[in-house]
């Protein structure tokens, strides 16, 4: 596609519960990336795919973070036993090269945990 | 010390005047730099990106990098009310990990 897809727009889960967020980066676009932002703050990183493979994961809380791109599938990032504090916008950009090449954002999916 | 610095603001310019928004970078290894606008409850949308030191014009839009003062800025020409937003500075560094600063906002008042 022509731009960045993520789903769902909008997800409530209560804390404990796993999470599931998904993005279809630009079709040819070689590299994705997922931010958090909470409360309108800072972009905090937390990983990088070049395709299939993790790039750079040095932003992710491994004990309840993981997160995969699969050949002929959306990109996955999943939140095991989600607290309070994961509440956030999470966004998927993708990019079509490495070196500084420019990455276009998904609309983001808002992340509500009570 | 932060990665990417921004002055939070708000910025107030008048309609027409020039907005100048300003950025600085820790790591001198740093190799691209971009500029996105942010409106509220939205995604970063890119504006502009420089790769190289000197100035880079498109439109009303004029990003300037000086890499050995590790500073760069965003220019923006005859301000309309829709420019107002939050704007990011974003670099680039380590092969393709993008950092942001806390983002500017800028109101523009007509």
């Known amino acids: 596609g022509e731009e960045v897809a993520q789903t769902p727009k909008h997800l409530v889960r209560g804390e404990g519960q796993k999470a599931k967020l998904y993005c279809a980066p630009i079709k040819g676009h070689s590299y994705v990336f997922w931010y958090q932002q909470v409360l309108k703050n800072e972009f905090k990183f937390l990983i990088s795919?070049?395709?299939?493979?993790?790039?750079?994961e040095t932003g992710m809380p491994k004990e309840r973070f993981s997160a995969k791109c699969l050949p002929n599938s959306p990109c996955s990032l999943e939140i095991q036993a989600t607290k309070l504090e994961d509440s956030a916008v999470y966004f998927c950009?993708?990019?079509?090269?490495?070196?500084?090449?420019?990455?276009?954002f998904g609309q983001g999916t808002r992340l509500t945990v009570v | 010390q932060k990665e990417v610095e921004q002055n939070s603001g708000p910025l107030s310019v008048p309609e027409g005047a020039i907005a100048s928004l300003n950025c600085t970078y820790s790591?001198?290894?740093?190799?691209?730099f971009f500029w996105y606008r942010q409106y509220s409850g939205k995604s970063p949308e890119l504006i502009m990106f420089?790769?190289?030191?000197g100035d880079k014009e498109d439109g009303r839009f004029t990003a300037q990098l000086n890499k050995a003062s590790q500073y760069v800025s965003l220019l923006i020409r005859d301000s309309q009310p829709s420019d107002s937003a939050t704007y990011l500075c974003a670099v680039n560094w380590y092969g393709n990990k993008l950092v942001f600063g806390a983002g500017t906002i800028l109101r523009v008042k007509s």
């Open positions: 790591d001198r290894g740093s190799q691209s």
């Open positions: 950009a993708s990019s079509p090269g490495q070196g500084g090449t420019e990455a276009f």
């Open positions: 420089i790769y190289s030191n």
């Open positions: 795919f070049q395709n299939e493979n993790v790039f750079d």
